[in-house]
Every structure is written in C-alpha cells, then in structure tokens.
C-alpha cells in the first residue's frame, strides 16, 4: 500500500503541514510514505487522479491534510478509483466532516492513522462535483463569500469566520428566491427560503449543528430547509441551530426531509456551496446520493 500526503500548506496558519513533515520524517519503522504540496485550488484533485491512474494496480491511501476543502479536492480527485482510500489529518480552520466522528482530535495521530481500518460512506453528487459533508446555498452561500474574504484576518477571521459571515448575511440574504424538491416533493410553494443545507455530514462553519439526523452511510442524504424570518426570531434560533435542536424547537421554521435526491429550480443565477467551496452563476442544481463510493479511514476512539 502506498501513503501520500496531501498537504495543502496554507492550511491552518501552515502549521499542520509543518507537524506532518517533521512527523513523517522524525518517526521510525512507518510504511512508506511520500508527501505532495498542493499549489492552489482544485490542483489536489488534479494530482490524486492522475496518481491513481498511473498506479492503477497499488491500493492508495490518500491523506487530505487541511480543512474541509482539502478532503473535498481529494475526493473529487479518487472517486470512481477503487484503488484509492481517503485518510484526514484535519488542521483546517473549521474542520466540519470530521466532527461526525466526535472531532479532529481522533485523526491527529497520524501512526494510528496509517494503520487505521476504513469504512464506506456516501457522498453528494451535487452537479458535476462530489461533496463529502454538505452543499448549501441562500443564507449560508452569503456566509461562505464572507468567510473567504476574512478567514485570514485577525478577530473576524479564523474560527469567527462563519459569524462575521452570519452578521453581514443578516443584512443581505434573509429572504432568497428558488423552488426546492426532495424527492420530487416541492418543499417550498411559495418559492421562497432563508437557507437550505443538503447534508451528507452534519456540522457546518466551524461547529453549527446543521444536520443532526444524519447518517453518513444510509444511502440517503438529508436536507433541512428554513422559512424566511425576521432578524429577531433568527437570534433566537441560532442557539438551537448551534446545537443541533433547531428540528424540535423550530418545527415552524425548519423542514426535514430524508431522500435521495434534491433538485433546485431558480429564475436567476444563484450561489450554491459544496465543503466550503463556492460555485457561482447556475440555474439549477441536481444533488444525489452516491451510496458508499468512498472509503474512508476511522481510526479507533482511543
């Protein structure tokens, strides 16, 4: 089996890539190893594809080492490559995938790593971009364009990224235009929503409970969408949203639906999200379960 990590080196102020070099190097009797150094966006998924194709009889173990983006790059670039396994080494910003499994904490040993079992999981097929924890759009496509432009800036910016994003969402994006189907269903008549997350994962922005019922590997995936209300009831129902109650203490604002497939039907151009990644100027968006096409190491609780 091969190891290669993955590093996107400005990942976490770069000092995730640093603890893996000097790990890697520093540690005797590993498996083989080889370190790749992403050099911008999509480059990650460039490389793992053209690395699995080039060594199509080798199983592959694939270590995304960055936030949420970088595990998203990676998949797109081993799916549909059965030699190929996704690891995490999480040292992103927010690191929202991996907290399905408590959190990034249980994915830092990079020795347990190495010799960790896999499982299979599901991912989102949203277009013609695969998504391992959620695609959203309306109010969270707002906070995400913010989190990038202040996700290097001091105070505003790290882990307070996602609530910068929400202060400036509250004053542009409380009310957005598109018709939305869960399995045919149309979830919205009147055409209108605040937000709406199609989950693989459950958490998003840095720790948001958004998705509680969520099953990674059931087939199914799960989407919540909420009405549009005033910025007071929004306040109050951002402490539930936080911890995962929203479904229980809302039911007047937020609707859940398990199934296999959401489709989104706008007038106009809109933004939709895929782990953190924006993608701009579409009409339409297909998002479908893609039912254990991944597998993805799960390293022991303790």
Known sequence: MKHVFVVNPSAGNGEGAIKVKEFLENTENLPEWEIYTTT???????????YCEKNKDEIIRFYACGG?????????????????????????????????????????????????PTMPIDLIKANDRYAINVVNFGFDACVANTMMNVKRKPIIGGKNSYKTGVAKALFTAMKNSCKIYADGELLNPDGKFLLCTVANGRYVGGGFH?????????????ICVAKPI??????????PYTKGTHFEDF????THRRCKKVEIEAKEGFVYVVDGEIITDRTSLTCECTHLSVNFVVPPEK
Not at 230 to 239: G, P
């Open 68 to 116: 949420d983006g970088t595990i998203n790059e990676v998949v797109n670039g081993i799916v549909n490559h059965p030699n190929a396994i996704l690891a995490c080494y999480p040292c992103g910003s927010g690191d929202d995938f991996v907290k399905y499994y408590g959190g990034r904490e249980r994915f830092l040993n990079i020795e347990k790593l190495m010799n960790a």
């Open 230 to 239: 005033s910025r007071m009831k929004f306040l109050k129902v951002l402490d």
């Open 251 to 254: 039911p007047d604002v937020f």
């Open 40 to 50: 911008g966006q999509n480059d990650a998924s460039s490389f793992c594809s053209e």
């Open 210 to 222: 958004c998705s509680p019922k969520s099953i990674n590997n059931d087939g199914y995936i799960d």
